[in-house]
């Protein structure tokens, strides 16, 4: 069993930027980020293997940047030019063989 702790979340003002870190208790292969805004489905954010292969969902393309630390089992999420669509709860997301966890999610809230 893989445990995945987030954090950094909190409320940015719209065109504010926030980080949040995710760190993993073992070695995971693919790691992500994905997100849920309340009445619509979850869906993804950004993803990174552990060679570095890099995906990003178009509306955050030159927004967000997401990282990672093979050392130390974290992952990371850079956002930029943040604006109120993004509100969401972000959840990390991590790929170990056929098994895939969850970390407990953390709010976003970019308003004015």
């Known amino acids: 069993q893989v445990q995945l702790v987030e954090s950094g979340g909190g409320l940015v003002q719209p065109g504010g930027s926030l980080r949040l870190s995710c760190a993993a208790s073992?070695?995971?292969?693919?790691m992500g980020w994905y997100r849920q805004a309340p009445g619509k489905e979850r869906e993804l954010v950004a993803a990174?293997?552990?060679?570095?292969?890099?995906n990003y969902a178009d509306s955050v393309k030159g927004r967000f940047t997401i990282s990672r630390d093979n050392a130390k089992n974290t992952v990371s999420l850079q956002m930029n030019s943040l604006r109120p669509e993004d509100t969401a709860v972000y959840y990390c997301?991590?790929?170990?063989?056929?098994?895939?966890?969850w970390g407990q999610g953390t709010q976003v809230t970019v308003s004015s």
């Open positions: 073992a070695s995971i292969n693919a």
């Open positions: 997301r991590g790929v170990r063989g056929p098994v895939i966890y």
């Open positions: 990174i293997s552990i060679g570095g292969i890099i």
